[in-house]
């Protein structure tokens, strides 16, 4: 079973505004939906969950309740970091034997249908798979966050997007291990896999600049224009 997790439980900050941007209008239509139809449209996807915080259930339940949605099969309380809501989605579908979570953005309304069939095929020789570009500008390393400590070189530098998938039992014993760490407190799903479950390989799949995440108030305005 392959299953798409989007992460909609974030409360939007950077990008301000009365409502989380994933839950903003953008030509008639919620951000979070963009994803959601791109997903329920997607052939080898067989169902949908959306992680939320508790206020937005009752407005994911209205979507569920579309008949568009028809793949939209669980609405999950996240949690206040990211993790936690991904950890949600882990928990929920440990119940199901040979699944697959294709962990996703709300906030990236542009995933594409071709970059989903690439994520898929990678899964079949591979536990684990990012969606990445290739860096345009050159990334700085500090150390104290006002000097520069190194320069990777920009050849070998990503910029990391979502999906991120995982078979269920590899991502669910990374998470296990983790949130055993004092320390623990991931940005995202694949860096959870790399520092816990070092042994496993995590395959970078191509994505797309469009792909972009909403992030700022300038981003909505670019989605705007697109
Ligand atoms: N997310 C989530 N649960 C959280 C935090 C984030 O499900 N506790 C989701 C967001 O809804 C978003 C994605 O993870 O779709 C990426 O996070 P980010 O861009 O950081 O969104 P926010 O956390 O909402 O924004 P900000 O950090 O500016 O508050
Ligand atoms: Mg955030």
Redesign the pocket.
């Known amino acids: 079973m392959n299953v798409a997790v989007i992460?909609?439980?974030?409360?939007?900050?950077?990008?301000g505004g009365e409502l989380?941007?994933?839950f903003v209008s953008v030509q008639g239509k919620m951000i979070i939906e963009y994803s959601l139809t791109t997903f329920q449209n997607h052939p080898a996807i067989d169902e949908v969950a959306i992680?939320v915080s508790p206020e937005y259930m009752s407005l994911i339940q209205q979507l569920k309740d579309k008949s568009r949605y028809s793949k939209l099969k669980q609405i999950l309380q996240?949690?206040?970091?990211?993790y936690?809501?991904s950890w949600a989605a882990i928990q929920h579908y440990a119940q199901y034997s040979d699944c697959q979570l294709l962990i996703h953005?709300?906030?990236r309304p542009l995933i594409s249908s071709e970059v989903i069939s690439s994520v898929l095929d990678t899964l079949k020789h591979n536990n684990c798979a990012i969606v990445a570009i290739p860096a345009t500008d050159t990334v700085l390393y500090s150390e104290d966050e006002q000097h520069i400590a190194s320069v990777p070189p920009r050849k070998k530098m990503f910029y990391a997007q979502t999906p991120q998938a995982f078979r269920l039992e590899t991502i669910k014993k990374a998470f296990e291990i983790g949130l055993k760490d004092e320390q623990f407190n991931p940005t995202d799903d694949s860096s959870v896999v790399l520092r816990y479950l070092p042994d496993e390989k995590i395959a970078i799949v191509l994505g797309e600049a469009v792909n972009r995440?909403i992030?700022f108030k300038e981003d909505l305005n670019w989605l705007n224009s697109q």
């Open positions: 992460l909609a439980a974030g409360k939007g900050l950077r990008a989380p941007k994933q992680v996240g949690g206040a970091e990211r936690q809501s953005d709300a906030a995440k992030t």
